[in-house]
Nanobody, 119 residues
Framework: QVQLVESGGGLVQAGGSLRVSCAAAGLTFNNYGLGWFRQAPGKEREFVARINWSGGSKNYADSVKGRFTISRDNAKNTVYLQMNSLKPEDTGVYFC????????????WGQGTQGIVSS
């Protein structure tokens, strides 16, 4: 059974940084693409970033390009999201997700970690 456990959220002032992590278990990690989504209060869950199995391909939402960096450590079964120059609109619950390489959609999700950016 695939398990994804996020950590590292917290409260930070605008302009600050946070790094969230997601530890994976129950899967062959380098057979999975990974992604981060977020959900702000009262809003739909939205895509933030994704990374392919090797780390060689990354994509970002326009709203976070140049500020956020997704990375993975296949030796540690962990994916990271480094968030810099944070804005109040980055506030939300950040979810880690995994997709087997041959699948079209994300099937496994973590429970989320809260990030709050104060103005």
């Amino acid at each position: 059974q695939v398990q994804l456990v996020e950590s590292g959220g917290g409260l930070v002032q605008a302009g600050g940084s946070l790094r969230v992590s997601c530890a994976a278990a129950g899967l062959t990690f380098n057979n999975y693409g990974l992604g981060w989504f977020r959900q702000a209060p009262g809003k739909e869950r939205e895509f933030v970033a994704r990374i392919n199995w090797s780390g060689g391909s990354k994509n970002y939402a326009d709203s976070v390009k140049g500020r956020f960096t997704i990375s993975r450590d296949n030796a540690k079964n962990t994916v990271y999201l480094q968030m810099n120059s944070l804005k109040p609109e980055d506030t939300g619950v950040y979810f880690c997700t995994a997709k087997f390489v041959s699948k079209a959609s994300y099937a496994n999700w973590g429970q989320g970690t809260q990030g709050i950016v104060s103005s």
